[in-house]
């Protein structure tokens, strides 16, 4: 009878441990999303407070309008575009809102989208690690970026 209680202790043990590691796992993947979301909101408070100084988003935004009217996107002399011109047609929903609003919802979306992308890449290389990965990844690569 003894010996069947020492079988059972070092599987409690084993699903104690295992508990704790996917409670682990799942904070760090909540932490990379919080860290992202930070950063969200202090771009969005840094758009709205500076406008489009220092930012390559006004030559986006002369260029869908000119897309949108039927113009030349690139001899333009208010608009120095060097960019795709898919680069003008993806961003013109943007361009069509208010200044502000469409900068920021620029931003979300780029930044969202890379996050997104980075979490699913994080899935791809490890499907048992990927939420500790995500976090690592997410450290790594917002100094880079």
């Not at 069947?4 to 993947?29: F, G, Q, V, W």
């Not at 950063?39 to 406008?51: K, Q």
Request: charged share 15%; with cysteine; proline share 3%.
């Amino acid at each position: 009878m003894q010996s069947n209680a020492n079988a059972r202790i070092p599987s409690a043990l084993s699903l104690t441990a295992a508990a704790t590691e996917a409670r682990l796992k799942d904070y760090s993947h909540r932490w990379a999303w919080a860290i992202w979301f930070a950063l969200l909101i202090a771009v969005s408070c840094w758009v709205v407070t500076t406008g489009n100084r220092r930012s390559v988003t006004e030559s986006y935004r002369l260029a869908a309008q000119h897309w949108r009217a039927g113009e030349a996107l690139f001899k333009a002399k208010d608009n120095i575009f060097l960019y795709l011109p898919t680069a003008a047609i993806v961003y013109s929903p943007y361009a069509a809102l208010p200044f502000t609003l469409g900068e920021v919802l620029w931003r979300v979306t780029a930044i969202g989208s890379f996050a997104w992308a980075l979490s699913r890449l994080c899935t791809l290389i490890g499907r048992q690690t990927d939420r500790e990965i995500f976090l690592v990844a997410t450290l790594v690569t917002l100094p880079l970026s």
